[in-house]
């Protein structure tokens, strides 16, 4: 008769765990059937000791197993679905989903809100006047199979193991294992359905991996459980050390969106998003090669069928669709003020993380689970790592509806940005691919 006694005591000795044995917590956890303190002790045991391949596997799809998984055979093709691990400023989703769905790949994805830094594809999705995000799961299906394409807010139906799990790891100081994260990220885009998952893996001071070998870890780890389970998956570790684009926060992020879907965004922002998508294509067997699919997307882009996409994204989910074709009647901030430089000479580095804790100071992210967020509410950046400032010269707008934030995220801004009488090494945008 397995006990939690013993699965802790045997991970902390450095054992391997069986498949019940994992399934024993899992369940037991979920059901609260087993208490805190020894699924706390059991999280510590796997930070320090680690797991192997197959114990990883198991732990995912004892996580998935954990509650319902969305059935999308309904709609013909392959689908895909891509999950990013999280970064600032990173609104990828709301130009590959359109992008990618236009050359006829079926996108049926769930995202999530955010807490912490900004807000998640969701917050930024809710800041065009009407979209609804909490669509029924027969409507999800149904307008994936008449648009190629929807986007809802993930349901607490789906890997409710992961969610209870996750909360207790945040309190514990076992968020940073890698086959914590691995299993995790990986649970909910299986349950999630799709049949092939592309996965962008960030690293840098925006990220959880701050360190390239350690992105790559992540990455290995993730393909690795999908080879083990029998989903395709692909990762491709990306640079985060500094944030995408020039706008953090939620419409600030939808704007840029739209003007990268009309070709007058960031070179940064399109190059990700050419990458991620041309993966997408070759893993949605809609493309025979990488470079084919690259320069479809490049076409789609152009020729303004992306943008129109997203305008079929919005209708269909009740949004205002004239958002797409004036960004204006997104919300917009009472207060912008400039974040002066104090100094001439070259960025040297921006950390992206204190720039994710600036747009929440300013509102545009959660600090508690159940705070509102101002969509309104973030910040453009006026200059990248490279580029030259002169003393005087802004390097940011705070954009806010609350006058009282100002001084504090003001001190969060300066600080994230490295004047330097020398410019920084450029780092490239893709650092690794794992097939
Ligand atoms: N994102 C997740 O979904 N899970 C983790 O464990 C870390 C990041």
Not at 401 to 422: K, V
Request: one cysteine or more.
């Amino acid at each position: 008769m397995v006990n939690m006694y013993d699965l802790i005591l045997k991970k902390r000795n450095g054992g391997v765990l069986s498949a019940s044995e994992i399934d024993f917590f899992i369940s037991g956890y979920t059901k609260d059937e087993i208490p805190d303190y020894q699924a706390a002790a059991l999280l510590m045991a796997i930070y320090f000791q680690g797991m192997n391949s197959r114990e990883t596997a198991d732990l995912t799809m004892a996580i998935v197993n954990s509650g319902s998984q969305i059935d999308l055979s309904a709609i013909p093709g392959i689908k895909v679905d891509k999950h990013s691990t999280g970064g600032v400023g990173d609104k990828t989703t709301l130009i590959l989903g359109p992008l990618v769905a236009a050359a006829g790949v079926p996108v049926a994805k769930m995202s999530g809100r955010g807490l912490g830094y900004t807000g998640g594809t969701i917050d930024k999705l809710e800041s065009i006047p009407g979209f609804n995000t909490a669509l029924a799961p027969d409507d999800f299906i149904r307008q994936v199979k008449e648009i190629s394409f929807a986007l809802m807010a993930q349901t607490g139906a789906l890997a409710p193991a992961d969610k209870k799990l996750y909360a207790l790891r945040d309190v514990t100081a076992t968020v940073d294992s890698i086959p914590l994260i691995a299993s995790s990220v990986t649970a909910k885009k299986i349950a999630s359905g799709a049949n092939a998952i592309l996965l962008d893996v960030k690293c840098g001071s925006g990220a959880f991996m701050k360190t390239s070998p350690e992105a790559l870890t992540l990455a290995k780890a993730m393909v690795d459980i999908g080879r083990q389970v029998g989903r395709e998956m692909l990762a491709v570790v990306t640079d985060m050390s500094r944030p995408l684009g020039h706008f953090i926060g939620n419409a600030l992020e939808v704007r840029e969106a739209l003007a990268t879907l009309r070709e007058e965004g960031p070179e940064d922002l399109k190059e990700l998003c050419l990458t991620l998508g041309a993966h997408m294509l070759v893993l949605g067997k809609v493309a025979s090669s990488y470079t084919a699919a690259r320069s479809r997307l490049e076409t789609i882009l152009q020729n303004g069928e992306a943008l129109r996409k997203f305008k079929d994204l919005v209708q269909a989910q009740g949004g205002d669709p004239a958002v797409v074709d004036n960004p204006d009647r997104l919300p917009e901030a009472g207060i912008k003020q400039e974040v002066l430089s104090s100094r001439s000479g070259y960025v040297f580095a921006i950390d992206a993380m204190q720039m994710g804790r600036g747009a929440m100071l300013l509102g545009a992210g959660r600090m508690t689970k159940d705070q509102g967020i101002d969509h309104a509410a973030g910040l453009e950046l006026k200059k990248k790592p490279g580029e030259l400032v002169q003393a005087g010269e802004p390097l940011a707008i705070l954009h806010t509806n609350r006058a009282e934030t100002l001084a504090d995220a003001t001190a969060a801004i300066t600080g994230a940005f490295t004047i330097s009488d020398t410019p920084p090494e450029p780092v490239p945008l893709i650092l690794e691919t794992v097939e």
